[in-house]
């Protein structure tokens, strides 16, 4: 019964272990568990319900910053504008109250989304390489961020009820967290049951491939940029929750922990391979990396040189070299 039982489990072990799902989900999730107990070592304080429900909060506008740019490096592209974005989406948040109310948080979301959509139409028309588009894009929001506020910060009006809603909590969870876990639920039922999920592995497993195979391509990367913009609107309106004012220089650092939270998700940067949980989860790594180096040791003006090597070890990891040949 006991040899049974061992020759039954054993391809049960061996087939979980050797699962797409499991590596895109389980590994990351293994490798966030162990990098949270290994820093309790050092501060068992942060294990305590307030204090991780304090860390999902300010990890927040990172979170969701790094569920929109998941959709542009599944297609094998990359969005660098999303840290414009917010910051843009933080001082438009603020100039629109007056007019607005609680509705100029639709607005800057919405123009998120337009931005976004555009950058995927210039980019898919006239055939200029996503990196070079959305930089540009970059240094035109915060160029303009920065004209419009002249680099003052401006406080958030007490009037507006959904960011004082965003910055308070639910039964000690914060509400940043609830609304970030409606909307992956949201994107993960687009991306499982509808055509657009497909679509997307599909332009990311190889664009020609695809564009035989019927898949409108201008469409899709138009909606995934779409969705990055607005994602990156609403880290915006979540910075702006936590600090209560606006200024475009807060959200200079999520550039690069937004793309190493996409990639050491495990999302592959040659597209095709990923999801949005593996980069939520590689998201929290990335921010308890920032608490972890703090523990160990490390300066804060030292943190972007680990997170670049992150990045660079992530990404020679999860290319696939063989779909995209000769690498440049």
């Avoid at 660098?80 to 109310?101: I, K, R």
């Avoid at 959305?134 to 240094?139: C, N």
């Avoid at 909590?169 to 876990?181: K, Y």
């Avoid at 992150?310 to 995209?324: C, E, N, P, S």
């Amino acid at each position: 019964m006991g040899n049974n039982a061992e020759r039954v489990s054993k391809p049960f072990i061996q087939t979980l272990f050797q699962s797409g799902r499991f590596r895109e989900v389980g590994v990351p999730l293994v490798v966030l568990v162990a990098a949270v107990l290994g820093t309790a070592i050092f501060s068992p304080r942060l294990l305590e319900f307030n204090s991780l429900m304090s860390f999902l909060s300010d990890a927040s506008p990172l979170l969701i910053l790094v569920v929109g740019g998941t959709l542009p490096i599944l297609l094998g592209s990359i969005d660098v504008s999303v840290a414009g974005m917010a910051a843009l989406a933080g001082v438009l948040a603020v100039q629109f109250n007056p007019a607005l109310g609680s509705f100029s948080i639709v607005a800057v979301v919405a123009l998120g989304a337009c931005i976004g959509a555009l950058q995927g139409f210039v980019q898919a028309f006239a055939q200029i390489p996503s990196l070079v588009t959305t930089l540009g894009t970059l240094g035109m929001l915060q160029g303009l961020a920065m004209l419009i506020t002249g680099g003052t910060p401006d406080p958030l009006p007490e009037s507006d009820v959904v960011i004082n809603w965003l910055g308070q909590a639910t039964a000690g969870i914060p509400n940043s967290a609830i609304a970030i876990l409606a909307i992956l639920l949201f994107l993960s039922l687009l991306m499982r049951f509808t055509r657009f999920g497909r679509d997307v592995y599909a332009v990311g497993a190889g664009e020609r491939t695809a564009i035989m195979s019927g898949v409108r391509t201008i469409r899709t990367r138009v909606a995934c940029f779409a969705i990055s913009g607005a994602c990156a609107a609403v880290g915006g309106v979540l910075l702006l929750s936590i600090t209560t004012f606006s200024s475009p220089s807060l959200s200079g650092n999520f550039l690069l922990l937004s793309i190493v939270g996409v990639l050491i998700g495990g999302t592959a940067a040659s597209g095709g391979v990923g999801g949005l949980v593996s980069g939520v989860i590689g998201g929290l790594m990335t921010s308890w990396f920032s608490i972890a180096t703090i523990v160990v040791g490390v300066g804060a003006e030292a943190q972007n040189a680990v997170f670049g090597i992150l990045a660079l070890v992530a990404v020679a990891l999860t290319t696939d070299r063989g779909k995209i040949g000769v690498i440049k």
